[in-house]
């Protein structure tokens, strides 16, 4: 039955026009379905990084880093639509400061790094099927970008594969909607798309050596001259950057080393068994989080992807979803997928280096969109994201997912720009209110709204502990 179930799921593959490393590496992926507990890694199996390289400590690069910027190339993953955030298109395409989305600043970023230089640095985006098309017509429209200079394709296709029923373990269908049968295999991914995509072979053909690759919706993740010298001068092969980890950051994937062969690991929280999950939030015992920003030498990916003919042997992580997300009376299935941080095992000179939080600015939820558009931060004059040197630490922001989560809802009750946040510790939200003009949060806000009417917070109010929001009438 498994190998008829695997036989379908690869005959609906072919007919997508899937090529043939695509289909071996599905067939790898799929194995791990004969598993009880597919890559699981044990607390037992595993030693914590207790120190590493810190980029704030370590002597300058930067001059090694601009002769290594002629062979480097830029690549953003860019194939998330932002639905939980109630986004249909691309999420990069969200304006989230001064009125530019993620994907104006990053192409400004990357204009301002070829002035300076007087390097065409390629920026690259790795595109879904669903973002790919807005995407491209959005950078077409910054002014004096032009992908050509740099002689670099701009974009290539993350793959799709099947959804798996957990019924019958060969490929699910839903006539209603047929994009739902399909589903991304993870951003490790990226090692797959690379090479049968040509993209790799034409790289190298143009003698670029350094791939830095990082989260389109990411903007603390520009190109750093010190990092890039540090990678070059470390002749490490795959470099990738960690932050310290805090109460936010503990369900998140962790650094550590394997026991066995001494190598570093990434473990996520799919991977951890039910009872290791205390030992696996442990931020003082585990450390160190992937930003997901890496730096790839291109030569060694080379070797290693004909060491393992195309197929990178990245541990598996088994999802159990529903065929319709937001729909949980349809079909259980089972999405199989790879974390490109994993492949921190796979290379053999693999590094890790601490770098500073200012470098990890996601925005995942609304709660980071808010942050992220306060007066915290701002953008200099190469479009880097920049935190105001009032704000000490950025405050925990949790705000009522009834009337928040989506970007809609949120932009309506902050119909006149979010609140200053600078010397704000915490700000929690719970119930229907309305932010007006020039708000100011301080210290530790919470507000709640439970009488059912809708509040609102006046124009020019200051929040402290003691504030209350207004009733309308």
């Known amino acids: 039955m498994a190998s008829d179930s695997l036989a379908k799921c690869l005959e609906k593959l072919k007919s997508d026009g899937a090529s043939e490393l695509l289909q071996n590496?599905?067939?790898?992926?799929y194995s791990s379905l004969s598993e009880s507990s597919p890559g699981l890694i044990q607390e037992q199996d595993i030693k914590p990084v207790r120190e590493l390289a810190d980029i704030e400590n370590l002597k300058d690069c930067?001059?090694?880093?601009?002769?290594?910027?002629k062979k480097t190339v830029v690549l953003k993953l860019n194939g998330g639509l932002g639905t939980s955030m109630g986004l249909d298109r691309a999420k990069s395409l969200l304006p989230v400061k001064d009125g530019l989305c993620f994907l104006e600043i990053i192409a400004k970023q990357i204009l301002t790094l070829r002035a300076d230089s007087g390097c065409q640095v390629p920026l690259v985006l790795m595109n879904s099927f669903r973002t790919e098309q807005d995407s491209l017509e959005m950078i077409a429209q910054v002014e004096g970008f032009n992908s050509e200079k740099?002689?670099?394709r701009l974009s290539f296709l993350q793959n799709r594969i099947p959804k798996i029923s957990s019924k019958t373990f060969g490929p699910v269908s839903s006539p209603e909607n047929s994009e739902l049968e399909w589903c991304p295999p993870g951003h490790g991914d990226l090692y797959t798309a690379l090479l049968e995509t040509g993209?790799?072979?034409?790289?190298?053909?143009?003698?670029?050596?350094y791939l830095f690759v990082s989260n389109a919706d990411n903007l603390g993740a520009s190109l750093d001259l010190n990092l890039l010298g540090y990678f070059v001068e470390s002749g490490s092969d795959f470099m990738m950057e960690v932050a310290d980890r805090t109460e936010s950051d503990k369900k998140g994937g962790h650094l550590a080393y394997a026991s066995d062969s001494g190598k570093l690991i990434l473990r996520e929280v799919a991977q951890c068994a039910n009872e290791d999950i205390s030992n696996f939030q442990n931020i003082q015992k585990h450390k160190y989080f992937n930003t997901n920003s890496l730096w790839i030498d291109l030569e060694a990916f080379a070797a290693k992807a004909e060491e393992h003919s195309g197929v990178f042997p990245l541990p598996v992580i088994r999802n159990s979803k529903h065929v319709d997300p937001a729909d949980k009376s349809t079909e259980k299935v089972v999405q199989l997928e790879t974390a490109m941080g994993s492949a921190i095992e796979v290379f053999d000179k693999?590094?890790?280096?601490?770098?500073?939080?200012?470098?990890?600015?996601?925005?995942?939820?609304t709660n980071d969109l808010l942050v992220i558009q306060s007066d915290i931060f701002h953008l200099d004059g190469s479009h880097n994201m920049v935190r105001n040197s009032s704000c000490r630490q950025l405050p925990v922001v949790a705000l009522d997912e009834e009337f928040f989560k989506t970007v809609d809802n949120f932009q309506l009750r902050f119909p006149k720009g979010v609140p200053s946040m600078i010397s704000c510790q915490s700000l929690e939200v719970q119930g229907d209110i309305t932010f007006g003009a020039d708000v100011i949060c301080q210290g530790h806000v919470a507000l709640s709204n439970v009488q059912g009417n809708p509040s609102f917070i006046p124009d020019g109010s200051t929040l402290g502990s003691d504030f209350k929001a207004y009733t309308k009438v």
Do not use: M
């Open 199 to 209: 993209l790799l072979e034409d790289l190298r053909g143009k003698d670029f050596r």
């Open 150 to 152: 740099s002689n670099v």
């Open 25 to 29: 590496s599905f067939s790898r992926l």
């Open 62 to 69: 930067s001059n090694t880093g601009r002769e290594a910027l």
């Open 350 to 365: 693999a590094i890790a280096i601490r770098v500073p939080r200012s470098r990890f600015l996601p925005v995942k939820k």
